[in-house]
T-cell receptor
Framework: DGGITQSPKYLFRKEGQNVTLSCEQNLNHDAMYWYRQDPGQGLRLIYY???????QKGDIAEGYSVSREKKESFPLTVTSAQKNPTAFYLCASSIEETSRKFFGPGTRLTVL | AQTVTQSQPEMSVQEAETVTLSCTYD???????LFWYKQPPSRQMILVIRQEAYKQQNATENRFSVNFQKAAKSFSLKISDSQLGDTAMYFCAFMGEADKLIFGTGTRLQVFP
């Protein structure tokens, strides 16, 4: 089946530690995105990548980093510089020339 | 900058009835897309319906339809014959030339039997 997978579903981290969230897609999509969701707010864009080895900051990139070494993979690292990392993180992908985005199941990150 | 506003934090409707969720947006662009996404308790984001701004005809997907008023920058979602499985958060979203989705804050819809 084609789709987007995110792992793990739940992630716990101690304050001050970096942590990496996985996002993989087998849809052959060029573009991939990371969103953050907080209670009472809509999704906010962290980073996006339109093509391999290239990515751009979204609206709330501070404290996060990404890489795009393969078309299928777009991991997100939450660094210790992120002041309030506890949130629900959603990965998405799309074919560049269409507007429809497909979302993964999400990762719930909790900082202890 | 584009903004999306959903002014109804919560709505409720009885099963089989019709409910309308409101959304307004602000943009200076002329070519863009508008979306309604559903997020059930599983938290998976599911595309409900999509509208292209250059199309005057309102999009329809089975029990879901939109009322797109471009001049008023309004994009409401109508759910007919509501079902218990429609209970979810509903997000309105805008995508312009930058290919970035901008979301509203969501409306929590509860369908009662």
């Amino acid at each position: 089946d084609g789709g987007i997978t995110q792992s793990p579903k739940y992630l716990f981290r101690k304050e001050g530690q970096n942590v990496t969230l996985s996002c993989e897609q087998n849809l052959n999509h060029d573009a991939m995105y990371w969103y953050r969701q907080d209670p009472g707010q809509g999704l906010r864009l962290i980073y996006y990548s339109q093509i391999v080895n290239d990515f751009q900051k979204g609206d709330i990139a501070e404290g996060y980093s990404v890489s795009r070494e393969k078309k299928e993979s777009f991991p997100l690292t939450v660094t210790s510089a992120q002041k309030n990392p506890t949130a629900f993180y959603l990965c998405a992908s799309s074919i560049e020339e269409t507007s429809r985005k497909f979302f993964g199941p999400g990762t719930r990150l909790t900082v202890l | 900058a584009q903004t999306v506003t959903q002014s109804q934090p919560e709505m409720s409707v009885q099963e089989a009835e019709t409910v309308t969720l409101s959304c307004t947006y602000d943009t200076s662009e002329s070519n863009y897309y508008l979306f309604w996404y559903k997020q059930p308790p599983s938290r998976q984001m599911i595309l409900v319906i999509r509208q292209e701004a250059y199309k005057q005809q309102n999009a329809t997907e089975n029990r879901f339809s939109v009322n797109f008023q471009k001049a008023a920058k309004s994009f409401s979602l109508k759910i007919s014959d509501s079902q218990l499985g429609d209970t979810a958060m509903y997000f309105c979203a805008f995508m312009g030339e930058a290919d970035k989705l901008i979301f509203g804050t969501g409306t929590r819809l509860q369908v009662f039997p």
